[in-house]
């Protein structure tokens, strides 16, 4: 299931809880011109954006957690960073339609009078004398949902930093917001399917929250490492970094194109990097631990000071392994790669795999195109070369120099014939063209995003 399809699930699951509890609406006004029915849609319309509010806030925090299952159930987890960021933004509007539909009594006031507007429903009798105080809580912690949200997607505002120390509040508002909805969801509800669906979101959006702030995320499979070496590819501050980390025993092994969340600082959050080698490929250290390849191109403010912080015998945390880019597809499919810059990364792996006689289950046949700014500058180039020309099954190259014009557009892979499975890792803009020439044609695209904030 993809991030689109599981967001259209979880709307429809919410709209139809509130469906079910929903009474039949009369006239809007009668002939007496009492706004009776009027008043009862602006009370359920209250109802339902506070659900897929608080539903949508639930299931960010869940995915927030990067569960296996959630990685399972979408097919990645850079799906469920996807499905993460636009329920969020999703709570966000939902939240604002509360809001507005709750100002909304002011102007239906001047236009009808409060005949006909429905007595407050009976809540929670524990709760009751909490009304004031649920109401004065969720409209701040809505104000500040609205301003952590546009923050948030507004990503050129904040550097890493402070970004993440605005996005560590969120679980603080949702709780905020729980005890709104706990103490304002209608009495009656509690004993029908909505109520059911509301108590299971609020409790496993609470636990969800508080796992978080007690900064548990990932633990059961974070792993303790060290940095063996670390080499500058190039001259240059735009030069890859090459980092190797030996990895604990408890380390449960990778396949190739996974990707890990690396915590080089206590201090820094968890940030996601490829592993660029096959499992076993680089042998052990010294002292018997295995060593995996992590290649950072310096693309943003927290990257760019690694080459400044990193150093050999530094210990780190590497929480993983994730993702189900394999490299291999259905076999009635042509196998085509596609990369572009540091993309080149996962492929890096997939081809350390394909090297002797022990070649991946079910690996086929393979054209990767790989698209650098300049071919002769790129230091990556010459080990991509010998690893295609020793890979089996065999891959076969082309590059695209975009300093000589040859740069790769979707539509050349239209010279391949048949249905593909098309493997990408690069700039989103190509991704986004891909996916658009996928639609009209007999293709199949695999990709993992690292957008992530």
Same mark, same amino acid.
Request: glycine share 10%.
């Given at each position: 299931?993809?991030?689109?399809?599981?967001?259209?699930?979880?709307?429809?699951?919410?709209? $139809?809880a509130?469906?079910?509890?929903?009474?039949a609406?009369?006239?809007?006004v009668?002939?007496?011109?009492?706004?009776?029915?009027?008043?009862?849609?602006?009370?359920?319309l209250? %109802?339902?954006?506070?659900?897929?509010?608080?539903?949508?806030?639930?299931? =960010?925090?869940?995915l927030?957690?990067?569960?296996?299952?959630?990685?399972?159930?979408?097919?990645?987890?850079?799906?469920?960073? !996807?499905? #993460?960021?636009?329920?969020?933004i +999703?709570?966000?509007?939902?939240?604002l339609?509360?809001?507005?539909?709750?100002?909304?009594?002011?102007?239906m006031?001047?236009?009808? +009078?409060?005949a006909?507007?429905?007595?407050?429903?009976?809540?929670?009798?524990?709760?009751?004398?909490?009304?004031?105080?649920?109401?004065d809580?969720?409209?701040?912690?809505?104000?500040?949902?609205?301003?952590?949200?546009?923050l948030?997607?507004?990503?050129?505002? $904040?550097? %890493?930093?402070?970004?993440?120390?605005?996005?560590?509040?969120m679980?603080?508002?949702?709780l905020?917001?729980?005890?709104h909805?706990?103490?304002? =969801?209608?009495?009656?509800?509690?004993?029908?399917?909505?109520?059911?669906?509301?108590?299971?979101?609020?409790?496993?959006?609470?636990?969800?929250?508080?796992?978080s702030?007690?900064?548990?995320?990932?633990?059961?499979?974070?792993?303790?490492?060290?940095?063996?070496?670390?080499?500058?590819?190039?001259?240059?501050?735009?030069?890859?970094?090459?980092v190797?980390?030996?990895?604990?025993?408890?380390?449960?092994?990778?396949?190739?194109?996974?990707?890990?969340?690396?915590?080089?600082?206590?201090?820094?959050?968890?940030?996601?990097?490829?592993?660029?080698?096959?499992?076993?490929?680089?042998?052990r250290?010294?002292?018997g631990?295995?060593?995996? !390849?992590?290649?950072?191109?310096?693309?943003?403010? %927290?990257?760019?000071?690694?080459?400044?912080?990193? @150093?050999?015998?530094?210990?780190?945390?590497?929480?993983?392994?994730?993702?189900?880019?394999?490299?291999? /597809?259905?076999?009635?499919?042509?196998?085509?790669?596609?990369?572009?810059?540091?993309?080149?990364?996962?492929?890096?792996?997939?081809?350390?795999?394909?090297?002797?006689?022990?070649?991946?289950?079910?690996?086929?046949?393979?054209?990767? #195109? %790989?698209?650098?700014?300049?071919?002769?500058?790129?230091?990556?180039?010459?080990t991509?070369?010998?690893?295609?020309?020793q890979?089996?099954?065999?891959?076969?190259? =082309?590059?695209?120099?975009?300093a000589?014009?040859q !740069?790769?557009?979707?539509?050349? $892979?239209?010279?391949?014939?048949?249905?593909?499975?098309?493997?990408?890792?690069?700039?989103?803009g190509? /991704?986004?063209?891909?996916?658009?020439?996928?639609r009209? !044609?007999?293709?199949?695209?695999?990709?993992?995003?690292?957008?992530? @904030?």
């Amino acid at each position: 299931m993809r991030a689109r399809s599981a967001l259209a699930l979880t709307l429809l699951i919410l709209t $139809l809880a509130w469906l079910a509890v929903a009474p039949a609406i009369g006239p809007l006004v009668d002939a007496q011109g009492v706004a009776s029915g009027v008043w009862e849609l602006r009370r359920q319309l209250l %109802y339902l954006s506070g659900l897929l509010s608080i539903g949508l806030m639930a299931l =960010t925090l869940l995915l927030a957690l990067r569960l296996p299952l959630a990685e399972w159930l979408l097919g990645g987890m850079d799906q469920a960073y !996807r499905l #993460h960021k636009w329920a969020g933004i +999703g709570a966000a509007l939902a939240a604002l339609a509360h809001w507005g539909v709750k100002e909304s009594s002011g102007w239906m006031t001047a236009l009808w +009078g409060r005949a006909g507007k429905p007595a407050r429903d009976a809540v929670l009798p524990w709760l009751a004398d909490s009304r004031g105080l649920a109401k004065d809580v969720g409209e701040w912690a809505f104000y500040l949902l609205l301003a952590a949200v546009a923050l948030t997607l507004l990503t050129r505002l $904040l550097a %890493y930093r402070p970004w993440r120390v605005l996005h560590r509040a969120m679980p603080l508002l949702f709780l905020a917001l729980a005890l709104h909805s706990v103490a304002l =969801t209608p009495l009656a509800w509690w004993s029908q399917p909505a109520g059911l669906l509301m108590g299971v979101l609020l409790a496993l959006g609470s636990a969800a929250a508080l796992w978080s702030l007690a900064g548990l995320v990932g633990l059961p499979r974070r792993h303790a490492a060290r940095i063996e070496s670390v080499q500058a590819l190039g001259e240059g501050a735009d030069a890859p970094l090459q980092v190797l980390c030996a990895v604990a025993p408890s380390w449960p092994g990778h396949r190739a194109g996974q990707f890990a969340f690396v915590r080089f600082e206590r201090s820094e959050g968890a940030h996601p990097f490829t592993i660029a080698s096959a499992p076993a490929s680089l042998g052990r250290a010294a002292d018997g631990q295995e060593l995996l !390849r992590l290649v950072i191109k310096p693309l943003g403010d %927290y990257t760019r000071s690694l080459r400044q912080r990193l @150093r050999a015998g530094q210990a780190l945390d590497i929480e993983g392994p994730y993702g189900r880019f394999d490299g291999v /597809g259905a076999g009635q499919r042509q196998q085509v790669w596609v990369a572009a810059g540091v993309g080149i990364t996962p492929f890096l792996a997939l081809l350390e795999a394909r090297q002797g006689d022990a070649a991946p289950a079910g690996a086929q046949p393979a054209q990767l #195109h %790989y698209c650098t700014r300049d071919a002769a500058a790129d230091v990556l180039l010459p080990t991509l070369q010998a690893l295609c020309a020793q890979a089996s099954p065999p891959v076969r190259l =082309t590059v695209h120099d975009a300093a000589r014009g040859q !740069r790769l557009a979707p539509a050349d $892979l239209a010279a391949t014939p048949g249905a593909l499975d098309i493997w990408f890792c690069g700039p989103p803009g190509l /991704g986004d063209a891909l996916a658009g020439q996928a639609r009209q !044609r007999p293709w199949r695209l695999h990709r993992e995003s690292f957008a992530m @904030r």
